[in-house]
């Protein structure tokens, strides 16, 4: 069935470093991808999105690409800050019966140390 | 713009109880889900619903039920509460396929 498989965290980084969150899917036919990010307390945001091989998604310094040959969707900031600490989920859109069904990884937390 | 309106933000219930949570999503948004949020099991997906439709369900068992209005507001339904059933309960509404959820902050149940 289709799946979303995230790397495990906690990911601990110091501030200003790279930031790279791996996410590999299964899945029939072509989804659309999604990184959300959970602050404390809160529901999810949508962070940014593809839906079709090679679209690159971006929002405020993410960027994640749509590989289709690796089927991954990798989360990467090129200099994270202490307000960047949040849990990360990787997630997929796809057809199903009747509708779409929407499958999410198991989240990845990531802390920022000043 | 309104975003998506979860109440109530907490609640703390009885095993054996019944709860409703409610959910207003984004207005012109027809699509809502319900998402169970724990720390063992990530996010499972409760149920979808598309013009007052149930689309599509999730592997919970019958005690878990929804509905849609025809205004799109949506509620959920838990009848006899048990312990496990304590989680954060995530509404996400969207307008079509490939354009992603907003989600609401969620009901936080405690069953005691």
């Given at each position: 069935g289709d799946s979303v498989t995230q790397m495990e965290g906690p990911v601990t980084l110091s501030e200003e470093a790279f930031l790279t969150i791996n996410c590999t899917y299964t899945a029939t036919g072509y989804p659309s991808l999604f990184w959300y990010v959970q602050y404390p307390g809160e529901g999810l945001q949508l962070l940014l999105k593809a839906t079709k091989a090679d679209d690159k998604g971006s929002n405020k310094g993410f960027e994640a690409t749509y590989r289709k040959e690796t089927t991954s969707f990798h989360l990467e900031k090129g200099s994270v800050q202490v307000s960047d600490s949040a849990v990360y989920f990787c997630a997929l859109n796809t057809p199903d019966t009747g509708g779409f069904k929407t499958i999410f990884g198991a989240g990845t937390r990531l802390f920022v140390k000043a | 713009k309104a975003g998506v309106t979860q109440t109530p933000r907490y609640l703390i219930k009885t095993r054996g109880q019944q709860v409703t949570l409610s959910c207003s999503p984004i207005s012109g948004h027809r699509s809502v889900s319900w998402y169970q949020q724990t720390p063992g099991q990530g996010l499972q997906f409760l149920f979808e619903y598309f013009s007052e439709t149930q689309r599509n369900k999730g592997n919970?068992?019958?005690r878990f039920s929804g509905r849609q209005f025809s205004n799109s507001r949506s509620e959920m339904n838990v009848s006899t509460?048990?312990?496990?059933?304590?989680a954060l309960y995530l509404c996400a509404s969207s307008?079509?396929?490939?354009?992603g959820y907003t989600f609401g902050s969620g009901t936080r149940l405690t069953v005691v």
């Open positions: - | 919970f068992p019958g509460l048990e312990l496990g059933d304590s307008y079509g396929q490939g354009a």
